[in-house]
């Protein structure tokens, strides 16, 4: 730390060299006085022989190893003086910064919590996905490409054989969202992951408080009725207190002994989905859904692998041995006598090992291409910031140049100023950087709370870890270096006697109009860039808004209801539930205001259930082999949505759990199925082979309507009556007329479901529309933060022409001051002004268009229905971009007409 | 504007043998120093102050010399410069080197001479 003693011992150390130098120089004098010289004289002749004193010392200073510390502490505090001497210029490059590199930690905080963030768990990099995770759910067939979802069976038999993972991990690929009554209390939201006994061990996550999750648990099907708790839930329903441990659990009318508590940080594998509880699968059998009557069946495929590879086994090793095991293992599944279309299926199916360092998330797929192309957005943006900050600084440079010829001439070197303008900058740009920072702290959760709007926050933990600090440091000093290293350099070489003589630099003047010009040439090309992205998004999220979704978004409501704790009958008595339902929509469409109300398995944009579907007498052709989407509703639901009916009759109260089975399909299904002729009463089965052949019969064609999301395609889709699927579908959408009370309606729907069971819960409250809204949410935060960043880049590109050419009419006051004196029209000197403008929107389009021309291209997938070559899109961003120059140079412009020529002479 | 510092070039890291030999003879300071090397060389060497005190202050930073201030012999305070132990070993060590080199480099210009004429 000596280096550290010295700084503070900076100031002795000054006096000590100036005193040991005048003593070297009045010995020298005295000398020259006893060899007879004057006082005069030899003070005169000492002094020529020294030379330049202070660069002696500069000298000293550096030998002694301190320079650089002393240096840039003295340069900090200049550079803080700076800033405070220009507040104008200060302000402006500050704002700038901020936003420019609050909007790229901002995102970069997304993208890390997203994309880049390892797993918290032992050495996350041998672990290995199989699949890519993007499937969810459940399925009873084997696929023919690359499996997702495996079976326990699939699991236990791949776990017997020796294979390249040291062990592998299982979870349920569908977290569950349900309800849990803690140690006899009330009933709380809880989010539960199935997993297997194998879970924490492989992953080689330590319980932090009692044990965890371990094979003896998941041995056979009840044998485990036991939970671990993740850290954050057992802080926020327990406060950290220990006695938790052993505390019952009651979900879904099942009891669950809390017996350990994760390691704080983690929870779970799925990113942007945490799980409160763990419960081992082998008490899956108290989670019912659809489809589990089949559980056991070593198809039964919903789970989610991910192995840890042994020690020295590459990737590529262990996927080419997956794929032979796996191939023995599912055909051993298939009987003695497969199908042939099983085999050929088979042949097709394989297993993708994928890093399984970063966890599983659905997110990753949503957000991925998004979140770069914001990232490339908000790049540019701080980069035209730069340009924008680096001509400012040409301009102080230019207005410098007298402070540092002096500085120049008494001694300093050019290295030393250049660092010292360097500083500068980067004083700046950490002020910046530290308010950017702050802003997006703030800023990615909002953004993430507008890319995935609900109820519940996504849980994505973004508090800034090192990964974005250190991004942000690196950007902040790149950031510097790329507006501050060229005026700083400009700025240094000049010639000292015009400089010192007039100090304006003469030679620096016109360097610093082609640098200036080129960067506002770039600001202009890249903002026409962000402009036509900005205009393509817009857009298309218009289009969006524009698709028929096929059902009226309003005025209608979407409940959500929770039947867990109303421990409502399973199978043969689940009629019950359907009976429930009804009492429930005969009570709502007695309020007043109501028009219609049903339930539903899905609204919209909630989940799917398909399935392939096979007419009587209709052969199966590529256009009707696609899935069929499934509905199950009450009989109002085509009212309550609001979808018309095309054909036939939708199904009422007559069409009873026995009476012969009825479906409404739309009619994309109609055409695909019957092309020539009507549906109606037409009998299929459901299934690539139907079990029950042709046992539903088609009473009516209604409009397609959107089903998972507004941008799909046609897509085939049949309805099923509640009394003919009975169970309990938690969706029910209430339409009311145009003149009711929203509130009103919401409040007395609540009352009278209340009535009927109070034991069924309302999770949540939307409107159809915000459902509508919320499936596009991620395009319309694009349209919206590419909008704003493209309109803050014209802006920024104005700020430059702005400045450019109010220095260029102050500096030419006297030559305008002649013209108008000469007889000038004004006109005719606004054109001069704007001349220069308009050359430089010119040449700036010029690179600027086709430059967006050729890059759009990668939006393609993110457009719906608009070409990235959209001609209006374009249009629309070049006539923005001219207008705003325009507005922008006018004023310099109209400042040069009004020059009084008296004046104007007389400044010279 | 920097003065020919003598009337040879010195070879880089002699200024430092030298300083350190003048100031092995006794404590003394940077002017005395100056005039030392010059009277020592029978004027063939002037020290300029522009290499001298940054020569000292770099010995002084690597702990080769250590200074103080002391009445000099006019009365003034000077700063008068000392080897410090580990300055005496670099000094006999250096000096060695030295001593080597020159002969070393002596001898093959003595044996090469005729070519050159």
């Known amino acids: 730390m000596r280096w550290l003693r010295r700084l503070f011992a900076r100031k002795r150390l000054e006096i000590d060299l100036d005193k040991e130098l005048r003593f070297h120089f009045e010995s020298q004098v005295a000398d020259k006085v006893r060899s007879g010289a004057s006082e005069n004289e030899a003070r005169r002749l000492t002094r020529l022989e020294f030379g330049g004193i202070e660069q002696i010392k500069e000298d000293c200073r550096e030998s002694r190893g301190t320079l650089w510390v002393e240096s840039m502490v003295q340069d900090i505090r200049y550079g803080v003086r700076q800033i405070r001497n220009s507040p104008g210029f200060s302000i402006v490059a500050i704002l700038s910064l901020t936003l420019g590199i609050g909007a790229n930690t901002a995102i970069f905080t997304l993208l890390n919590a997203i994309l880049l963030r390892p797993l918290p768990v032992h050495n996350p990099e041998e672990l290995q996905l199989f699949g890519d995770g993007r499937a969810q759910g459940l399925t009873l067939s084997i696929p023919d490409g690359p499996m997702e979802l495996f079976s326990k069976a699939f699991l236990h038999d791949f776990g017997q054989k020796d294979t390249s993972f040291s062990g592998i991990a299982a979870v349920d690929s569908s977290p569950i969202e349900t309800k849990a009554s803690i140690a006899g209390g009330a009933y709380q939201t809880i989010h539960i992951n199935l997993i297997s006994g194998s879970y924490f061990s492989v992953l080689g996550v330590p319980a932090f408080l009692g044990r965890a999750i371990d094979e003896s648990d998941d041995s056979a099907p009840g044998a485990g009725p036991v939970a671990v708790a993740s850290y954050a839930w057992f802080q926020r329903h327990f406060n950290g207190d220990p006695a938790a441990l052993g505390k019952v659990v009651r979900i879904q009318s099942h009891d669950y002994t809390l017996v350990g508590v994760a390691k704080p940080g983690f929870s779970g594998i799925t990113v942007g989905q945490s799980a409160d509880l763990w419960i081992p699968l082998s008490m899956e059998k108290g989670f019912p859904r659809p489809g589990g009557d089949a559980i056991g069946s070593k198809l039964y495929q919903s789970l989610y692998l991910i192995g840890r590879l042994k020690p020295g086994v590459t990737p590529a090793q262990a996927g080419a041995e997956t794929n032979l095991l796996f191939k023995q293992i599912i055909r051993g599944y298939l009987g003695p006598q497969p199908s042939q279309k099983h085999l050929d299926d088979l042949a097709h199916a394989g297993v993708e090992l994928t890093p399984g360092t970063r966890g599983v998330s659905p997110l990753r797929y949503a957000f991925s291409v998004p979140l770069k192309i914001l990232m490339a957005i908000v790049a540019l943006v701080l980069l035209i910031a730069c340009a924008n900050i680096g001509n400012m600084l040409f301009a102080r440079g230019v207005a410098r140049t007298r402070e540092v010829a002096v500085r120049m001439a008494l001694g300093a070197s050019r290295r030393r100023i250049v660092f010292q303008l360097l500083t500068e900058s980067l004083v700046l740009s950490i002020v910046g950087a530290a308010a950017g920072i702050a802003l997006a702290w703030k800023a990615s959760v909002l953004l993430l709370n507008m890319a995935a709007p609900g109820p519940d926050p996504v849980p994505l933990n973004l508090t800034p870890d090192l990964r974005v600090l250190a991004f942000t440091l690196g950007l902040t000093v790149l950031t510097a270096l790329l507006f501050g290293t060229l005026p700083a350099f400009r700025a240094t070489s000049l010639e000292f006697t015009p400089a010192l003589k007039d100090g304006r630099g003469s030679s620096s003047v016109s360097t610093r109009g082609v640098m200036a010009r080129s960067l506002i040439v770039g600001q202009v090309a890249l903002s026409v860039l962000l402009m036509v992205v900005a205009g393509l998004f817009v857009r298309s999220l218009i289009h969006l808004y524009d698709v028929d979704t096929g059902f009226d978004p309003h005025n209608a409501l979407i409940f959500t209801l929770d039947s867990s704790t109303a421990n409502l009958p399973h199978g043969a008595d689940e009629i019950r539930s359907v009976r429930l339902q009804e009492q429930i929509e005969e009570r709502v469409r007695a309020i007043p205001g109501v028009q219609s109300n049903s339930f539903a398995f899905f609204a919209f944009n909630d989940g799917g259930w398909s399935d392939q579907v096979l007419f009587q007498g209709v052969p199966r052709t590529p256009a009707n082999g696609k899935a069929v989407n499934f509905n199950i509703t009450g009989n109002e639901f085509f009212s309550a949505m609001g979808i018309p009916l095309v054909e036939g009759r939708t199904y009422n109260s007559q069409d009873l759990q026995n009476s012969p089975k009825v479906a409404v399909i739309n009619q994309t299904m109609a055409r695909r199925f019957f092309p020539n002729r009507s549906a109606i009463g037409q009998h299929f089965g459901i299934g690539e082979t139907p079990d029950h052949l042709g046992e539903i019969e088609v009473i009516g064609v209604v409009k397609d309507a959107k089903y998972f999301a507004l941008d799909e395609g046609s897509r085939m889709a049949a309805y099923f009556p509640c009394s003919q699927s009975p169970g309990f579908f938690g969706n029910f959408i209430v339409r009311y007329g145009p003149g009711a009370n929203r509130q009103e309606i919401v409040s007395r729907t609540r009352a009278a479901i209340a009535e009927i069971n109070s034991n069924i819960l309302v999770n949540t409250v939307t409107s159809l529309q915000e459902q509508v809204d919320r499936s596009i949410a991620t395009q319309s935060l694009i349209a919206r933060l590419s909008g704003f960043f493209g309109i803050l880049a014209v802006f920024l590109a104005c700020i430059g022409i702005y400045g450019l050419l109010s220095y260029s009419v102050a500096r030419r006051t006297s030559e305008l001051g002649i013209r108008v004196a000469l007889g000038a029209q004004s006109l005719n000197l606004l054109w001069m002004v704007l001349r220069e403008c308009v050359l430089l929107l010119l040449v700036g389009l010029a690179i600027g268009v086709p430059l967006a021309l050729s890059t759009t291209r990668v939006l393609k997938s993110l457009l719906y229905d608009l070409s990235p070559l959209d001609p209006v899109s374009i249009s629309i961003a070049i006539a923005a971009v001219v207008c705003m120059t325009i507005a922008a140079a006018w004023l310099p412009a109209r400042r040069a007409t009004r020059i009084d020529p008296m004046q104007a002479l007389r400044t010279e | ?117």
């Open chain 2, 1 to 117: 504007m920097k003065k020919v510092e003598s009337r040879f070039d010195l070879p880089q890291g002699t200024l430092d043998l030298l300083i350190m030999r003048v100031v092995a003879l006794g404590p003394i300071h940077g002017y005395a120093i100056a005039q030392r090397i010059q009277q020592m060389s029978r004027e063939a060497l002037q020290v300029h102050q522009g290499s001298l005190y940054p020569a000292l202050h770099r010995l002084e930073y690597k702990k080769l010399l250590t200074a103080d201030w002391q009445p000099s012999e006019t009365g003034r305070e000077a700063k008068f410069y000392e080897l410090t132990v580990k300055g005496r070993a670099h000094l006999e060590a250096e000096t060695d080197n030295w001593k080597r080199l020159t002969s070393v480099v002596g001898l093959i210009l003595r044996e090469t001479a005729e070519g050159i004429s």
